[in-house]
């Protein structure tokens, strides 16, 4: 079992920044982000691997987001820049066996899950 604890969440203006943290308890083949704004589904954010870090964005967030991670801390970061009112939502971390896939129902490790606000 593998826990998942975000951080960094808050309220900022349109165009500004935040960095997201997921701090993991072990490891697992991929870690993603999701986001859920309400009344919406969870969608993929970003991904990516522990083996050889490659990355996966959503077409949204493609050159404003990036996606890391810290192998000695076991932590997995996402910068968000020129953030913009529609990425406001609750940001998840999540870890999944195997290879990054879009779906949310592939991942069987979340974390509560942190707040985004992006005002204009």
């Known amino acids: 079992q593998v826990q998942l604890v975000e951080s960094g969440g808050g309220l900022v203006q349109a165009g500004g920044s935040l960095r997201l943290s997921c701090a993991a308890s072990?490891?697992?083949?991929?870690m993603g982000w999701f986001r859920q704004a309400p009344g919406k589904e969870r969608e993929f954010v970003a991904a990516?691997?522990?083996?050889?870090?490659?990355?996966y964005y959503a077409d949204s967030v493609k050159g404003r987001f990036t996606i890391s991670k810290d192998n000695a801390k076991n932590t997995v970061y996402l910068q968000m820049n020129s953030l913009k009112p529609e990425d406001t939502g609750v940001y998840y971390c999540?870890?999944?066996?195997?290879?990054?896939?879009?779906?949310?129902?592939?991942?069987?490790?979340w974390g509560q899950g942190t707040q985004v606000t992006v005002s204009s």
């Open positions: 990516i691997t522990w083996s050889d870090s490659s990355t």
């Open positions: 072990g490891r697992t083949d991929t």
């Open positions: 999540a870890g999944k066996p195997g290879p990054p896939n879009w779906s949310p129902y592939q991942y069987d490790y």
